[in-house]
């Protein structure tokens, strides 16, 4: 299977423009779902049956993989198969039958609005980084995007004067409505700090390191740790925290769990209800 899967994952990059987090993930994922087929003798695409799938599921789960994982790696095999079926690699799609686990959501962590505002106030505008990571921070709380849609914003995807963003995602685009205080700090850094940061004139993506090219989750997360510590914020704080606190922010205000999930790029409501039951402190 390993010339349709490195088929597959070349068909992500090309035509699905895939992120470089989710190709990782899939590439690994049907990696390993490779290996334990191999495992059973059955090396050839058109030789795994529903059954097989079914217990590289069983298999899983018995390993003690966490659920989330888990379903993260059955939605790989099952985009697999669905391409596979469609490009005529197989006659059938043997992953159809297998469903993936129900997962028991977690209660997300948030930080109290006191909290927030602390975090908020510990970049510096004095010089071009500080200006870049104020207009991060604010933006990510004032939007409730996910980390990756904040570090892949482009300069086209800022309307200053409508003051919204376009959040573009495979899932489609969604533009959210930024607030004034966070605008300001865009504006900011898009007029007085970007510019004088970038290593190529022709950059698009908004955000960039101090390198001068695109910021990574990665980098983005350090920077948000490291405003933590100096803040004196006791939790284990993740970029992700200021999603969840946004959206728990917003509900506890009195905002409509529809808009909130309309804001958030939530599939279903059940992922935004989970937020109704926490209190902003």
Known sequence: MKKEIDGYIQFLIDYRHAPYNTLMSYERDLRHFREFMDNRGQTVLRAVKTDDIKAYLQYQQE????????????????????????????????????????????????????????????????????????????????????????????????????????????????????????????????????????????????????????????????????YAKTANVKHAISPHMLRHSFAAHQLASGADLRTVKKLMGHSDITATQVYVSLTAK
């Not at 996910?146 to 309307?159: A, F, G, I, K, Y």
């Open 63 to 226: 390993s003690g993989m966490a659920a989330s994982s888990v379903s993260r790696s059955i939605a790989a095999i099952h985009s697999f198969f669905k391409y596979c079926l469609y490009h005529g690699l197989n006659s059938t799609d043997p992953s159809a039958a297998v469903t993936t686990p129900k997962q028991r959501r977690r209660t997300p962590e948030i930080l109290s609005p006191d909290e927030v505002n602390i975090l908020l106030e510990q970049p510096k505008a004095y010089n071009f980084k500080g200006k870049r990571d104020r207009a991060m921070l604010e933006t990510l709380y004032a939007t409730g995007i996910r980390v990756s849609e904040l570090v892949n914003l482009t300069v086209d995807n800022v309307d200053i004067c409508k003051k919204n963003i376009c959040c573009v995602t495979d899932k489609g685009a969604r533009d959210i409505p930024v607030s004034d205080k966070a605008m300001d700090a865009l504006a900011d850094y898009m007029q007085s700090a970007r510019t004088h940061m970038l290593k190529a004139t022709n950059e698009k993506i908004l955000f960039v390191n101090c390198n001068g090219v695109p910021m990574t989750r990665q980098g983005f997360w350090k920077i948000v740790k490291e």
